[in-house]
């Protein structure tokens, strides 16, 4: 079954870190860009970042760069997101996202991650 | 920054009739190859978003003929030509063009 399964969310203190990841099945993962979206619980989605299919291009949004980190490991089928320097305002429900050449046609079922003391 | 925006915000609707939501970009999203950068997605409750229309026009694999996509450009439109109890949920926009922005969302709901 083609799917993506996030996994890592739960619950950090203000300041901590946290690693998301992402684990890919069915479809052959180095083919693919990958992005990770966000949304906060009953709001909009917001775009957090994106990674080309070698893993050598990366893009940031403004408000998680220089914090969060993407990564590959295509060996093992797997997309990684490293946060840190959590803030309330990153509770949010992560998702990975695949896209093929011109859009993105596979979303995972998303990690809650919840910044709070 | 690519700026997407929705209307309405908010869209209840009667089963069988139709309903139509609209996206406007902040700059074309119409590539030199011809492609507009723009697709739809319904997110379910307590489910993710799922893709209905890619490159502006083109239903994606297992989406009802009900539900349609137009524009080009900055200005584009999503159908449904006749609407059923499960389409409720809320409908996003998309641009691909430059990484990913979204529209704020419409809620579609039953009357």
């Known amino acids: 079954e083609v799917q993506l399964v996030e996994s890592g969310g739960g619950l950090v203190q203000p300041g901590g870190s946290l690693r998301l990841s992402c684990a890919a099945s069915g479809f052959t993962f180095r083919n693919y860009w990958m992005h990770w979206v966000r949304q906060v619980p009953g709001e909009g989605l917001v775009w957090v970042s994106e990674i080309s299919s070698d893993g050598s291009g990366t893009a940031y949004g403004a408000s998680v760069k220089g914090r969060f980190t993407i990564s590959r490991d295509n060996a093992k089928n797997t997309l990684y997101l490293q946060m840190e320097s959590l803030r309330a305002e990153d509770t949010a429900i992560y998702y990975c996202?695949?896209?093929?050449?011109?859009?993105?046609?596979?979303w995972g079922q998303g990690t809650l991650v919840t910044v709070s003391s | 920054d690519i700026v997407m925006t929705q209307s309405p915000l908010s869209l209840p609707v009667t089963p069988g009739e139709p309903a139509s939501i609209s996206c406007r970009s902040s700059?074309?999203?119409?590539?030199?190859?011809?492609?507009?950068?723009l697709d739809w997605y319904l997110q379910k409750p307590g489910e993710s978003p799922q893709l209905l229309i890619y490159l502006a026009s083109n239903r994606a694999s297992g989406v009802p003929d009900r539900f349609s996509g137009s524009g080009s450009g900055t200005d584009f439109t999503l159908k449904i030509s006749r609407v059923e109890a499960e389409d409720v949920g809320v409908y996003y926009c998309?641009?691909?063009?430059?990484?990913?922005?979204f529209g704020g969302g419409t809620k579609v709901e039953i009357k």
């Open positions: 998309m641009q691909g063009l430059q990484t990913l922005t």
């Open positions: 996202l695949r896209k093929g050449g011109w859009y993105v046609d596979l």
């Open positions: 700059q074309s999203l119409l590539d030199k190859n011809g492609y507009n950068y």
